[in-house]
């Protein structure tokens, strides 16, 4: 596995910490039936990748408000999840949603996966769901990681895609009309998009010391609004939202605003049934590895 986090990496998950424990972490929580009715299709398809076992300890890294890891928690009925977040705010949601939902045999700890003191060997699957873009050294978090994974345990994780293949990074970009998007929207860069190039996933994977490494596309529709307009609301209340109005003068961010309920009107209705429900299709890389047994 691989070496210790850097100092370097030390100073990432404070600026992380401030940030998760601030603004997006209070937007989150708040908004949490919100973002799990945007990656609602991705649980299922992760969790069978995963391999859960009934008798199973699970460990879910970034798991925000907790329904994936109360999920997990279902299948390992007999067994125990784990959540793990950087979030106060989003821990608290995680905690009340599981006394909600009755589910009893699952534990959110506050930590962060890159430098976290796992016992080693202290969970047979870990599962992520968009929680490990952000991480500042990646290979460093994913060695950690393993040896958080008993000899043969299983680690799944779902992060977007190519920003070309996600249809909110296509609706957001027609601010750019009206707005700067700078680096927004590219493949790469430390961020959202920073596992998004698969070639990348498995060169990361194999150098923090995993086998039998593999990703896959996983396509599905999320929904982010009763209409364009709520829609629009709802993703220019996003980190991303947020960062790319917040320098704009009054009348540039109602025209940039106008621009993007005009583009979310294309989309009401698709992939559903019947209404003006927008939904987006996503695109996201499914990566699944193993620790040598």
Excluded at 139 to 162: Q, S, Y
Excluded at 223 to 230: L, M, N, P, R, S
Aim: net charge negative; aromatic share 6%.
């Amino acid at each position: 596995m691989s070496s210790e986090p850097s100092e370097s990496s030390e100073r990432a998950n404070t600026a992380q910490a401030q940030a998760w424990n601030g603004p997006e972490g209070v937007h989150w929580a708040a908004g949490q039936d919100r973002w799990n009715a945007v990656n609602e299709g991705f649980d299922a398809p992760l969790l069978d990748a995963a391999g859960i076992a009934a008798a199973d300890r699970v460990l879910d890294l970034g798991c925000g408000a907790g329904q994936t890891t109360r999920r997990a928690a279902l299948r390992a009925h007999r067994g125990h999840a784990t959540g793990l977040d950087l979030s106060a705010p989003l821990l608290d949601a995680a905690r009340a949603g599981a006394a909600a939902e009755a589910v009893g045999n699952v534990t959110f700890v506050a930590g962060d996966a890159q430098t976290h003191p796992f016992p080693p060997g202290s969970f047979d699957r870990a599962v992520s769901r968009y929680g490990v873009m952000f991480f500042a050294g990646p290979e460093a978090a994913f060695g950690n990681i393993g040896r958080a994974l008993r000899p043969g345990g299983r680690l799944a994780f779902v992060c977007p895609a190519a920003p070309e293949d996600n249809e909110w990074v296509a609706a957001m970009a027609a601010l750019g009309e009206h707005l700067p998007l700078g680096d927004f929207g590219r493949a790469g860069l430390p961020g959202m998009f920073s596992l998004a190039d698969p070639e990348r996933i498995k060169a990361v994977l194999d150098a923090a010391g995993f086998v039998r490494v593999a990703v896959a596309p996983v396509r599905a529709y999320g929904t982010w609004g009763t209409d364009a307009t709520d829609a629009a609301g709802f993703l220019l209340t996003s980190g991303p939202g947020r960062h790319l109005m917040a320098q704009a003068a009054p009348h540039t961010r109602e025209a940039a605003g106008r621009a993007l309920v005009d583009h979310l009107r294309r989309h009401e209705g698709a992939g559903a049934t019947t209404g003006r429900t927008v939904r987006l299709l996503s695109t996201s890389w499914l990566a699944t590895a193993e620790r040598p047994a």
